[in-house]
Nanobody, 115 residues
Framework: VQLQASGGGLVQAGGSLRLSCVAS????????MGWYRQAPGKQRELVAS???????NYAHSAEGRFTISRDNAKNTVYLLMISLQPEDTAVYFC??????????WGQGTLVTVSS
């Protein structure tokens, strides 16, 4: 599976961005798609995930500000981020996970939030 993320950029504090990630290749149904992020000097952390059935899971830091969604017909997962803060600055990685196929990662897209 190949994943192509896009939508990162520079935004002022309080602004918003929408990340997209398109999966291609041998894609299994009933998978989980989601986003991790890695800030400079920190470990990669889960931001949000969504099952093929639409069940979502959010990190505490993302609840109320970020919304994950997916379009199964387009094999695409989205992350709408509002009220961005400087601490949200990180490289955001999309992923897909299937219990038999394992996990695949996208290349990452940089989000920079200026104060």
């Amino acid at each position: 599976v190949q994943l192509q993320a896009s939508g990162g950029g520079l935004v002022q504090a309080g602004g918003s961005l929408r990340l997209s990630c398109v999966a291609s290749g041998r894609i299994f149904s009933n998978n989980v798609m989601g986003w991790y992020r890695q800030a400079p000097g920190k470990q990669r952390e889960l931001v949000a995930s969504i099952t093929s059935g639409g069940t979502t899971n959010y990190a505490h830091s993302a609840e109320g500000r970020f919304t994950i969604s997916r379009d199964n017909a387009k094999n695409t997962v989205y992350l709408l981020m509002i009220s961005l803060q400087p601490e949200d600055t990180a490289v955001y990685f999309c992923y897909t996970h299937h219990r038999y196929a394992g996990r695949s990662w996208g290349q990452g897209t940089l989000v920079t939030v200026s104060s």
